[in-house]
């Protein structure tokens, strides 16, 4: 890690403009057509795994953040809440996995601020594309990161003793009805990364969302024994719905109407803060 | 070549525009002409930024109304996009990214194809001499280099209006004149330049015509030659060997220039105004005449230099108060944003 970066070791060359140079890159082609709204948004995609592939850092938050999780509460509650953790594992993996991923799901609107910070973003805003590619390429980008950290969280479970009754199949569609619902619920956090002046703001309000919606569901216990008004909320909470229909395809069977309802907030989420999303966007 | 358009690149009239309480524009005029370099020139905290973000699309006016090529900067902001590129005063290209994918990135947004993105990245980097660079991270350039991406990454499609935000700020003074040279080149093809300087020097060495601008109004706006006629084309600094001569100096100096003498802070140094409207000699005659006058009357100079008027003494001409960089105004703009 030289930051010298400059000085190769020979002479640095000294750059002299050449106007015949210069000129070639100057004369005006034909200009391409813009590109589609998907062709854009893959392109954004594509510099979101290249930043993955500059700085793999910040894959930390998806590999072993998730595993701490896993493996903390497992044993932590395991034998308290369940015969043996290996019991507690059965129930307890597909609400760890959707609580791990939802938190993660933050770091879009951080990173998002960043990138206005550093002045990036003024340039992708001058382009003539579809305005919310640059947005939709960045979540894409997010995504990948969902699964990789949906998949750690499956293999360290495995490992320690989860059985799905659902099989692949129904390991799969789990993970799918995840990604969906993080996607829908990451335009929540590009609204505030741009409303919000700094990352550290962004960072405080997402924990004060984050904390109440995963913790106060049906994540690490079944609501059965909350008091009235908590389990009120427990029951409207988006996660509850997300990780019932989880945890029901992943062992086999269905829940159609938690199912419906995490589709039905991703939907919602999607269009509410997507769209105060793109008028920030545009305002700013 | 029918694309570039005779007339006016930007149009601007009565723009406005607020951060909470700061008017950081109080109803700005513009006409620039195409094919053309345009100086906005001005302290920091002046409005100059929130102009070319406003023309730029990036920022809505509160009021008036700019047009880029005959497009409303508000209605039509995408057929402006289509034609102009904005060279930032911070990075804006993606520090974490080489110098390549930088490139690629954008040609593939342009909608060039993968193989043409790449065979235009790898022509720009060997015009703005980055071809070894081009495989290294944007953060480990110099400030020279990334300069030189930033408008490699603006000229990717050749618009037809460039903004360069401050292009030389903090750069070295060969970087700088790399920097021109570009500049040069890029007008030369026909794009007009829209540039902000806080350097009297950088403008008049580019620009065919310059706006003042301060507190977000142009405050004078001519060709170089025009505004520094208006303010006088030099400025004469004489330091003596003895401080005890200083008022003999002043007298001299004063009935050979006939232009009022300043007395410096330092003891020794006087400054003097020449070159302004009126003379039949120019800045150069003036001031060896007046050299060759103290000479006779035995007062010893030890340093005399004959330069361009400074921004400050360009400000002080045009608006009776110093060019004041108001950074805390420029700390509350980005506070407002």
Redesign the interface.
């Known amino acids: 890690m030289s930051?010298a970066?400059?000085t190769?070791g020979r002479a640095p060359?000294?750059?002299?403009?050449?106007?015949d140079?210069?000129?070639?890159?100057?004369?005006?082609?034909t200009?391409?057509?813009?590109?589609s709204a998907l062709?854009?948004s893959l392109?954004?995609g594509?510099?979101a795994l290249?930043?993955i592939k500059?700085?793999p850092e910040q894959l930390f938050d998806v590999t072993a953040f998730p595993i701490i999780m896993v493996l903390m509460f497992t044993y932590l509650f395991g034998g308290a809440l369940a015969d043996s953790p290996r019991d507690y594992l059965q129930f307890f993996l597909p609400g760890i996995m959707v609580t791990s991923v939802v938190m993660i799901t933050m770091y879009t609107g951080v990173g998002l601020n960043t990138d206005i910070e550093?002045?990036?973003f003024?340039?992708?805003?001058?382009?003539?594309?579809w305005r919310p590619?640059a947005l939709v390429g960045m979540i894409i980008g997010d995504v990948l990161r969902y699964i990789l950290a949906a998949l750690v969280i499956l293999g360290v479970g495995l490992v320690l003793g989860f059985r799905p009754g659902g099989g692949l199949p129904g390991v799969l569609a789990g993970i799918g009805l995840l990604v969906v619902f993080s996607f829908a619920f990451s335009w929540v956090w590009t609204f505030f990364g741009l409303v919000l002046?700094s990352e550290k703001s962004v960072m405080g309000v997402s924990m004060m969302v984050l904390f109440p919606l995963t913790f106060l569901s049906n994540v690490f216990v079944e609501p059965g024994t909350m008091p009235g008004w908590l389990q009120a909320f427990v029951k409207v909470n988006p996660v509850t719905q997300l990780v019932a229909s989880v945890r029901a395809v992943m062992s086999g069977a269905s829940d159609p109407s938690s199912t419906m309802w995490t589709l039905v907030w991703s939907a919602g989420f999607v269009v509410v803060f997507g769209v105060l999303t793109m008028y920030r966007y545009n305002?700013? | 070549m029918s694309r570039r358009t005779t007339g006016l690149a930007i149009e601007a009239e009565g723009l406005i525009r607020s951060f909470g309480a700061t008017r950081a524009l109080a109803g700005i005029d513009l006409q620039v002409p195409a094919g053309t370099v345009y100086g906005l020139l001005g302290p920091n905290g002046a409005g100059k930024t929130t102009a070319v973000r406003v023309l730029a699309t990036l920022l809505r006016p509160d009021g008036g109304r700019a047009r880029v090529f005959g497009h409303d900067v508000v209605e039509e902001a995408d057929a402006v996009r289509a034609r102009v590129s904005l060279t930032g005063q911070y990075a804006s290209v993606d520090e974490d990214l080489t110098g390549t994918e930088n490139l690629v990135l954008l040609g593939r947004l342009l909608g060039l194809k993968r193989s043409a993105a790449r065979e235009r990245a790898e022509a720009l980097l060997a015009a703005f001499g980055l071809t070894e660079a081009g495989d290294r991270q944007v953060k480990k350039y110099s400030g020279g280099m990334r300069r030189r991406i930033d408008i490699a990454a603006s000229i990717l499609n050749t618009p037809d209006l460039l903004f360069l935000d401050e292009p030389t700020t903090g750069l070295d003074p060969r970087s700088r004149n790399q920097v021109w040279e570009i500049v040069r080149a890029v007008v030369a093809h026909g794009t007009t330049v829209l540039l902000t300087t806080q350097y009297l020097d950088e403008a008049d060495q580019l620009a065919g015509r310059i706006a003042v601008v301060d507190h977000g109004r142009v405050i004078a706006e001519g060709t170089p030659g025009e505004l520094k006629a208006s303010v006088g084309s030099g400025t004469v600094h004489l330091r003596l060997r003895d401080p005890g001569h200083r008022p003999a100096a002043e007298r001299l100096l004063q009935a050979a220039l006939g232009v009022p003498v300043q007395l410096e802070p330092d003891p020794v140094a006087l400054t003097a105004r020449v070159g302004g409207d009126g003379g039949d000699l120019d800045a150069s005659e003036q001031a060896a005449r007046a050299l060759s006058d103290l000479a006779r009357a035995g007062i010893a100079v030890d340093n005399f230099s004959l330069g361009q008027p400074s921004l400050d003494e360009v400000f002080l001409a045009l608006t009776d108060h110093p060019a004041v960089s108001t950074d805390e105004r420029d700390d509350q703009l980005e506070a407002a944003r």
């Open positions: 930051n970066a400059t190769t060359s000294v750059y002299v403009p050449s106007a140079a210069l000129g070639t890159v100057l004369a005006p082609g200009r391409p057509p813009r590109p062709s854009a392109t954004f594509w510099r290249l930043k500059h700085v550093k002045g990036v003024d340039r992708f805003r001058t382009l003539p594309v590619a002046r305002r700013r």
